[in-house]
């Protein structure tokens, strides 16, 4: 079965201090990658996707990504948190097929205390 | 514009009873999928439609799911004979096209409590 795994379930830092949040997938082939975020009281929304080409992208809000395909990670890193990062982050993988159905890691929940 | 919306936002039910949760896409957006995340779970999908294809039904978890979606509008996802373990919040996304690289836009969910 395909699996998306996220290693940390909850994690609390300082403000400014650095972040990274890591997730692994079990497949093998072509993988679209993305990181979705979910504030408080809000819906789910895009962080960062990577499809191809560059394997570090950025994203909104100082946050970057970095695939490697040799160890089927694609971690989320931002340098100096904020306050305004707490919220739960979502690892998700689409097996670069037709079908745009996503598989959804378990989530992290990231407290940032000011 | 308007985002995708899904109602209601809140639903207790009976176990044993049928509901019906409801999305509406983007306007304009041709793929509509649905998710649904179990305490302390990850999304898992359920359905995914796409313009006039087939949907691709290989998430429902058992024969007491079902949903349908009238042209590229309105979505309904109903659960039969509902358990407790159906208890979940409901997911609907949607996306201009299908294919995986599209970013996936998500409604508030709806919070589905059996009792």
């Known amino acids: 079965a395909q699996s998306v795994s996220q290693h940390n379930h909850h994690v609390i830092l300082s403000e400014a201090a650095s972040l990274e949040l890591g997730c692994n997938y079990s497949y093998g082939g072509t993988v679209n990658l993305f990181w979705y975020v979910q504030y408080p009281g809000q819906h789910l929304q895009l962080l960062l996707k990577y499809f191809s080409g560059d394997p570090l992208v950025k994203g909104i809000k100082g946050f970057e990504a970095e695939f490697i395909k040799s160890k089927f990670s694609f971690n989320l890193r931002k340098p100096s948190v904020q306050w305004s990062d707490t919220a739960e982050y979502f690892c998700a993988v689409n097996r670069g097929s037709t079908l745009g159905r996503l598989y959804f890691g378990r989530g992290t929940q990231l407290t940032v205390w000011p | 514009g308007a985002g995708v919306s899904q109602s209601p936002s809140n639903k207790v039910t009976e176990k044993g009873k049928d509901v019906e949760l409801r999305c509406d896409p983007i306007s304009g957006h041709t793929a509509l999928y649905w998710y649904r995340q179990r305490l302390g779970q990850g999304l898992e999908f359920l359905i995914y439609f796409q313009g006039n294809s087939a949907p691709d039904k290989s998430g429902l978890p058992s024969d007491r799911f079902s949903a349908e979606r009238t042209g590229e509008s309105v979505s309904t996802l109903t659960i039969q004979r509902t358990q407790q373990e159906d208890s979940a919040v409901y997911l609907c996304?949607?996306?201009?096209?299908?294919?995986?690289?599209?970013?996936?836009?998500f409604g508030p969910g709806t919070r589905l409590t059996v009792t």
């Open positions: 996304a949607s996306t201009p096209e299908g294919g995986g690289r599209y970013e996936q836009y």
